[in-house]
């Protein structure tokens, strides 16, 4: 008789489920009031009728600098061609001589 078969499903039979699968915390395996969310944090708070007050100072600031004066553009192409040194001066010479 051959072993292989016998072999192969004690091996599946002694098989066990990864332990890190286990470790994930989902709502199927939580109780019942178990809400994961999204990671976000609260911008105001619930009041007892039902109602959401926002609080200012929960509220994200973005600090933007002025680039009234700033010499790059705010869009890079997606098909943008690599420039060595040597053509990035010649390019410059070129255009400094068309100028003048």
């Known amino acids: 008789m051959p072993l292989g078969p016998i072999v192969s499903s004690l091996g599946r039979a002694m098989r066990r489920k990864r332990a890190s699968s286990l470790d ?3 709502s199927k395996r939580a109780p019942r009031d178990y809400y994961r969310g999204k990671n976000c944090k609260p911008t ?4 007892r009728k039902g109602g959401y007050v926002i609080v200012d100072e929960k ?3 973005f600090v933007v600098p002025d680039l009234t004066d700033f010499k790059l553009k705010p869009y890079v192409s997606q098909c943008a061609r690599d420039l060595t040194a040597s053509t990035t001066s010649s390019t410059t010479a070129e255009s400094t001589e068309n100028k003048s």
Request: net charge positive.
């Open 24 to 26: 994930i915390l989902s």
């Open 59 to 61: 509220l994200p600031r």
């Open 44 to 47: 105001g708070f619930h009041t």
